[in-house]
């Protein structure tokens, strides 16, 4: 069974900046992509950035710039490295990885950014 577990959230003051990290039971090259997703209270879960087997990224325009979604193919290991943050990026972050058409999740974890 696919395990993700993420770690890294807290509360930081707005500008400040939190590496989340999503380490994975398996390689993560058995996934055609790993992603990160955030919900925040009352609103739907989102994208914020995903990569590709291949090493191809993709962000949501409220991360452009400001977040980077990375990996450690020895470990595992997906992180979200977010700058920059501000109040709205408050939300829990899950760790997303697909495979033939199905989706696996972590637990979450949560961000507050404070301002």
């Known amino acids: 069974q696919v395990q993700l577990v993420e770690s890294g959230g807290g509360l930081v003051q707005a500008g400040g900046s939190l590496r989340l990290s999503c380490a994975a039971s398996?390689?993560?090259?058995?996934?055609?992509?790993m992603g990160w997703y955030r919900q925040a209270p009352g609103e739907q879960r989102e994208l914020v950035a995903f990569?590709?087997?291949?090493?191809?990224?993709l962000y949501a325009d409220s991360a452009k710039g400001r977040f980077t979604i990375s990996r450690d193919t020895a470990k595992n290991t997906v992180y979200l490295r977010m700058n920059s943050l501000k109040p709205e990026d408050t939300a829990d972050y899950y760790c997303n990885a697909e495979r033939a058409g199905l989706a696996y999740w972590g637990q979450g974890t949560q961000v507050t950014v404070s301002s």
């Open positions: 990569i590709t087997t291949g090493g191809t990224t």
């Open positions: 398996e390689s993560i090259f058995n996934f055609y992509a």
